[in-house]
Nanobody
Framework: QVQLVESGGGLVQAGGSLRLSCAAS????????MGWFRQAPGKDREFVSA????????YYADSVKGRFTISGDNAKNTVYLQMNSLKPEDTAVYYC??????????????????WGQGTQVTVSS
């Protein structure tokens, strides 16, 4: 069984920074990409960022471009999300996810095979 465990969430003032981490444990697997999604109360889960391991290509939602940076270690199925210049609208539960197969859209939540339990990020104004 595969587990993804996020950490690094918390409460921060607007303009501050947080670094989220996601580590995989359990059964060994090889992922095609890993990503971060978020879900605010009353809203659908939305794409935040992803990284495709084979090319190192990174993807960002327009709302976080220039403020968030994704990085990671393919061999360890570990991914990070550095979040700078945080805004109150970034408040949400952040989930990491692993996508095993190619050919599925990286920015779509349903493409992903494994999910973490989520970590809360709260940005106060």
């Amino acid at each position: 069984q595969v587990q993804l465990v996020e950490s690094g969430g918390g409460l921060v003032q607007a303009g501050g920074s947080l670094r989220l981490s996601c580590a995989a444990s359990g059964r060994t697997f090889s992922s095609y990409a890993m990503g971060w999604f978020r879900q605010a109360p009353g809203k659908d889960r939305e794409f935040v960022s992803a990284i495709r391991w084979s090319t190192g290509t990174t993807y960002y939602a327009d709302s976080v471009k220039g403020r968030f940076t994704i990085s990671g270690d393919n061999a360890k199925n570990t991914v990070y999300l550095q979040m700078n210049s945080l805004k109150p609208e970034d408040t949400a539960v952040y989930y990491c996810a692993a996508l095993l197969g190619r050919g599925r859209p990286i920015v779509v939540a349903n493409s992903y095979d494994y999910w973490g339990q989520g970590t809360q990020v709260t940005v106060s104004s």
